[in-house]
């Protein structure tokens, strides 16, 4: 997978990530003496301005992209241990998908799991969206069914969080905790069958609905508020 920027690539070899290739322009190379001086650590192609627009999806090209293999946590391996996943159930936003990233990471979760009919982990966007949490939680991809048979074994209880259901502030954050957040539109879909509970969080009756990932941010809050995941 691909992502641009000085930050997110100081960031991600800070947390190891192995960084395959970096396209570079001449001039972000002289912009940053830090850049530069990976050149000697990392196989640097240097291309035009021009080439390198190509390469880009911004509007604005940073002039540096990394190319990194892509590497998923296994599922049995990410719920095994205490703690809170946030399952992103078909988000199909990768706008969303990395907001709940930064704010899985902000709340002292494990790690997110991706439903497989959603947006993909490694997409741009995505990476971009969630900053360096892309690179420090644990990630997973997994459909319910898959999703079920691994979370109910290892003694993790699923959220599903649900515009009327019961207030969020009911409930009851075990030490194994698995937040489903569900499709922009659509909502939770499939992937209610899994879920132990569903929760819903009160708003004014003027409003509409959350966005996906400001819901999913407040509960996650919430289970850090409780002393669960975090010492807020």
């Given at each position: 997978?691909?992502?641009?920027?000085a930050?997110l690539?100081?960031?991600?070899i800070?947390?190891?990530?192995?960084?395959e290739?970096?396209?570079a322009?001449?001039?972000?190379?002289?912009?940053?003496e830090?850049?530069?001086?990976?050149?000697?650590r990392?196989?640097?192609y240097?291309?035009?301005e021009?080439?390198?627009a190509?390469l880009?999806?911004?509007e604005?090209?940073s002039?540096?992209?990394?190319v990194?293999?892509?590497?998923l946590?296994?599922?049995?391996?990410?719920?095994?241990?205490?703690?809170?996943v946030?399952?992103?159930?078909?988000?199909?936003?990768?706008?969303n998908?990395?907001t709940l990233?930064?704010?899985?990471?902000?709340?002292?979760?494990?790690?997110?799991?991706?439903?497989?009919?959603?947006?993909d982990?490694?997409?741009?966007?995505v990476?971009?969206?969630?900053?360096?949490?892309f690179?420090?939680?644990?990630?997973?991809?997994?459909?319910?069914?898959?999703?079920g048979a691994?979370?109910?074994?290892?003694?993790?209880?699923?959220?599903?969080?649900e515009?009327?259901a019961a207030?969020l502030?009911?409930?009851?954050?075990?030490?194994?905790?698995?937040?489903i957040?569900?499709?922009?539109?659509?909502?939770l879909?499939?992937?209610?069958?899994?879920?132990?509970?569903?929760?819903?969080?009160?708003?004014?009756?003027?409003?509409?609905?959350?966005?996906?990932?400001?819901?999913g941010?407040?509960?996650?809050?919430e289970?850090?508020?409780?002393?669960?995941?975090?010492?807020?």
């Open positions: 997978y691909a992502f641009e920027g930050t690539l100081l960031e991600a800070q947390t190891g990530v192995e960084i290739e970096l396209y322009t001449q001039a972000a190379l002289d912009a940053d830090s850049i530069a001086a990976l050149g000697s990392l196989p640097v240097i291309v035009t021009r080439s390198f190509k880009s999806d911004l604005s090209p002039g540096l992209l990394a990194a293999p892509e590497r946590t296994q599922l049995s391996d990410l719920l095994d241990g205490d703690g809170t946030v399952v992103l159930a078909g988000l199909n936003d990768p706008g998908a990395g990233l930064r704010s899985a990471e902000a709340f002292g979760a494990r790690g997110a799991i991706f439903g497989g009919s959603g947006v982990p490694f997409s741009p966007k990476v971009r969206g969630a900053m360096g949490a690179f420090r939680l644990g990630i997973a991809v997994a459909d319910p069914e898959a999703f691994a979370a109910v074994p290892a003694g993790y209880r699923s959220v599903g969080l515009a009327h207030p502030q009911g409930t009851q954050w075990g030490p194994r905790m698995a937040l957040v569900g499709h922009e539109r659509r909502g879909g499939e992937w209610k069958g899994v879920c132990s509970e569903l929760a819903g969080i009160p708003i004014a009756a003027s409003a509409e609905s959350l966005n996906a990932a400001v819901a941010s407040i509960a996650l809050y289970a850090a508020r409780k002393g669960r995941t975090s010492p807020l």
